[in-house]
């Protein structure tokens, strides 16, 4: 029992120097910066954030797909809970294609499960966005939404922009990476195997522009009159293993 609470103390004291300069903008902000049971990540809650409550997580993935340590950002907006849209890397997208596809063809199974991740669950359900402005967020990223106007609402202009800047090189090929908005706020998971400061900053920029346009493509879409609704779309499957 003291060797394990003496080992912990050593990896949480190692990891209060590595993180300090995380932490030190945490504070910066207004935010309060907490490790994580048995030093494995931090937590970083800032409430009065702009433009909306902003908690960052780093630390062992939540989802499958990613195949080292994660960060997790979210941002409550207090959207419309049907404002679901997703934009990720399109590697990534084809990857949990094949898995739906292999999940709803299995001998065993007559669905999809529903303890399925939204992730997997949206290509099924929504129909990708086609038509980008930019060659390069067309070729690196694939979009889904409730509806094709939305999505396009949402990624046409600053996010677009703020896509293509990042594939230069914080998002490289291949990188996984998911943006969606859904239950009224904006989520970003990205594998990142260490924390730095520069990246979880940009990272932060990105969730606040994708934030940002998701409140301006819902204020335009209630100023068109009704919302779409996701309880009357049916589960059968479009997708295909060489899905693009």
Known sequence: MVVKQVKHWLVTRANAARW???????EARGADFSQVRDGQGFLIEQPKALPGPLRIEWGEPQRSYMPGAELRMRCEMRLHSDLQLMV????????????????????????????TPEEMRWLVMFPKLTSMASQL??????VVGVTKDLAHDW?????????????????????????????????????????D????????????????????????????GAWPTTTSIAWTPSVRPDAS
């Open 20 to 26: 300090r300069p995380i932490q030190e903008w945490a």
């Open 197 to 224: 400061l520069p990246k979880v900053q940009a990272f932060v920029r990105l969730l606040e522009t994708a934030a940002r346009e998701a409140h301006r493509a819902a204020n335009k879409m209630s100023d068109g």
């Open 88 to 115: 990720l890397c399109r590697t990534l997208m084809e990857e949990l294609e094949r898995a739906v596809f292999e999940a709803y063809t299995d001998t065993l199974k007559t669905r999809v499960d529903t303890d």
């Open 137 to 142: 967020v067309r070729q690196r990223y694939g």
């Open 155 to 195: 990624l046409d202009g600053e996010l677009s922009t703020a896509l293509a800047q990042a594939s230069q090189d914080l998002l490289p090929e291949g990188h996984p990476f998911v943006l969606m908005s859904m239950r009224g706020n904006l989520y970003l998971r990205t594998q990142m195997d260490e924390p």
